[in-house]
């Protein structure tokens, strides 16, 4: 059984960083792929950056790019993202989800991110 923990938001001024982590309680990379989505108040869930285990090890929606970096951590089956010079409109609910080859299956609870102006 997958169950998956997030833990790591918070409030932050704009400018800042928060780092997220994702706790896996099954293998981490039995995994074909583990990621991050948020949702806004308002707004649909969008895809944020995701890790996976083969080929090209990471990527990122444009609004990220260059500002968030996920990485993950075997031996401690949690994967993490890492935000940098955060703005406004990254406040949102940051969700973990995990992808065993057929889809995204497994998911989180969430956390909440907010940041300040």
């Known amino acids: 059984q997958v169950q998956l923990v997030e833990s790591g938001g918070g409030l932050v001024q704009a400018g800042g960083s928060l780092r997220l982590s994702c706790a896996n309680s099954?293998?981490?990379?039995?995994?074909?792929?583990m990621g991050w989505f948020r949702q806004a108040p308002g707004k649909a869930r969008e895809f944020v950056g995701a890790?996976?285990?083969?080929?090209?090890?990471?990527y990122y929606a444009d609004s990220v790019k260059g500002r968030f970096t996920v990485s993950g951590d075997n031996a401690k089956n949690t994967v993490y993202l890492q935000m940098n010079s955060l703005k406004p409109e990254d406040t949102a609910v940051y969700f973990c989800?995990?992808?065993?080859?057929?889809?995204?299956?497994?998911w989180g609870q969430g956390t909440q991110v907010t940041v300040s102006s």
């Open positions: 099954g293998r981490t990379f039995s995994m074909y792929r």
């Open positions: 989800a995990a992808d065993s080859g057929l889809g995204w299956t497994y």
């Open positions: 890790i996976r285990w083969s080929g090209d090890p990471t």
